[in-house]
């Protein structure tokens, strides 16, 4: 007899179920992981530019990494020579990632997101709101922001 015995088609029809809906959660579960490694490298270039620490901003951010920001295109070392500036006249930011939806297709991720924070000076404590998006990459499983834009929202 050996394997002559056919197999029937509902098992087969089961089997292959089976391994799509395996396979299926397993690529949601990654689409999690990266959408909340994505929101945490956002989280994290806000610790390190709240910290002026620039090798923690370098581990979050490509080398090349650039900014739309402030009304001008700057380069990361701009961008935390500007903050650092602010901080030493006495500026103290605020930054939160809220409401943020992120696209993984790949090794390109982006994210679009609110920022609702607050700037205190001499003046006193200011709430502010800005719209924000980036661009990453996936480097060696990790992700780096390559680009990043905000603007301030209106007032409401």
């Not at 396979?23 to 270039?45: F, H, N, P, W, Y």
């Not at 920001?69 to 700057?74: F, N, T, V």
């Not at 000076?121 to 996936?138: F, H, I, M, P, Q």
Request: hydrophobic share 40%; glycine share 8%; proline share 2%.
């Amino acid at each position: 007899m050996g394997f002559t015995k056919s197999i029937q088609p509902t098992s087969l029809a089961w089997f292959f179920m089976s391994i799509a809906c395996l396979s299926g959660t397993a690529l949601a579960s990654q689409a999690t992981t990266d959408q909340e490694k994505v929101i945490e490298a956002m989280r994290l270039m806000y610790v390190a530019a709240t910290n002026d620490d620039m090798d923690q901003f370098r581990a979050v951010t490509s080398p090349d990494f650039y900014t739309f920001d402030g009304g001008k295109r700057m380069t990361g070392d701009e961008l935390m020579g500007f903050i650092k500036d602010a901080h030493a006249a006495g500026k103290v930011y605020v930054w939160e990632v809220t409401e943020p939806q992120v696209y993984v297709d790949g090794q390109t991720a982006w994210i679009t997101y609110v920022n609702r924070g607050s700037l205190q000076d001499a003046t006193g404590r200011k709430d502010l709101t800005w719209l924000e998006s980036a661009v990453l990459r996936r480097d060696n499983g990790t992700w780096r922001i390559h680009f990043f834009h905000s603007t301030r929202a209106a007032s409401e």
